[in-house]
């Protein structure tokens, strides 16, 4: 069908059309940063009991290679029950006392978040140009 003809039967010619939502890239990067948002809510809960584990792991390993270090420079040893932290009551975690992770999610949000709103304004952009 020519561009004639599609304009007597009413249908316009398909260059004229603006090109489908999924074919922008900008479309799939803000489908793939909400999903990222809502897989981060989801394992929000886990994540951070998990994390905490990790983190006390890491800390009890640390203070075991300083104990480990003092004794081999001769200074007296400590115990280290003694300098042991108990868990956060928020989480589980072993913070500054507020029940916080040295590794937070929300990192993670925010650059979901940030790419989504990027992806958000650059999609109407290219939107708009193709009207």
Do not use: C, Y
């Amino acid at each position: 069908m020519s561009a004639a003809q599609a304009t007597e039967t009413g249908a316009q010619p398909a260059k004229n059309q603006p090109p489908s939502l999924t074919d922008s890239p900008w479309f799939w990067g803000l489908l793939f940063s909400v999903m990222a948002l809502v897989g981060l809510g989801l394992i929000a809960p886990k994540f951070t009991k998990r994390q905490g584990q990790l983190e006390r792991r890491f800390l009890g390993r640390e203070q075991a290679a300083i104990e480990r270090q003092r004794r081999l420079e001769g200074l007296p040893a400590t115990d280290l029950a003694d300098t042991a932290r108990e868990p956060g009551p928020i989480d589980g975690a072993a913070g500054a006392g507020q029940g916080e992770t040295i590794v937070p999610l929300w990192t993670l949000a925010i650059g979901a978040g940030l790419a989504a709103a990027g992806s958000t304004v650059m999609l109407v952009r290219e939107r708009r140009r193709h009207r």
